[in-house]
């Protein structure tokens, strides 16, 4: 049983996110170099002072937004244990994930779909490959599950980059389709499911 993080501090909490929304908001009017920290400070209705009490920086900000993007995603990849074959399909954290992103569309269109973002993207791109190294290697180990032709690495590297850009997409287009069926759609999909129901 994973132990549970310590409840952050209320204040904390809504000064944060005062900061994450201005952030937001800031990001889609300008270049990431022209947002300074006074500029960050007045739209999130604070003083510099209190930002300086949160980070170091606006790069330590940008880290540590990321580093909590993935801690949440990772747990919503590892906190589910339901039993193969109870759902339409073999892994349904995928759809809790896709239902995340439905769930918070706002932040993740921006996060995810700017190109002024790069570590977000790049920071969710290492964790889905190595999710999908994970369950290859614990649910697709015989030879008829993985392509034989493709290598493991290849496939993570090829199912990440697929996942990432078709999310992109999918929230851009105002998600016409609901996460069950898209998670669906996206392992029909993936290369190292090709020979899965072949036999």
């Known amino acids: 049983m994973q132990a549970k993080s310590p409840k952050m501090d209320p204040r904390v909490k809504r000064t944060r996110q005062l900061i994450r929304e201005a952030f ?3 990001i889609q009017e300008y270049d990431l170099e022209k947002i300074t920290v ?3 400070a007045e739209r ?6 209190t930002f300086y009490l949160h980070y170091k920086d606006i790069p330590d900000m940008l880290n540590q937004m990321a580093d909590n993007m993935n801690t949440h995603i990772r747990n919503l990849l590892e906190n589910d244990h339901e ?3 109870s759902t339409d399909h073999e892994w349904p954290e995928l759809v809790k994930l896709i239902q995340h992103f439905s769930d918070h569309s706002t ?5 995810l779909g700017s190109r002024r973002l790069p570590l977000f993207t790049e920071r969710l791109s290492v964790l889905m490959m190595d999710y999908i190294k994970s369950k290859m290697s614990s649910h697709h180990t015989s030879s008829k599950a993985i392509t034989p032709e493709i290598p493991n690495d290849i496939a993570a590297w090829y199912g990440s980059s697929a996942f990432l850009g078709t999310i992109v997409l999918w929230l851009r287009n105002d998600m016409p389709y609901t996460p069950a069926f898209l998670a669906k759609q996206l392992l029909l999909m993936a290369p190292f499911r090709s020979n899965v129901d072949s036999s």
Do not use: D, F, H, Q
């Open 44 to 49: 999130a209705t604070i003083n510099r002072v």
């Open 38 to 40: 006074n500029r960050l």
């Open 107 to 111: 932040s993740y269109k921006i996060l």
């Open 24 to 26: 937001l908001e800031l």
């Open 83 to 85: 039993p193969s074959g």
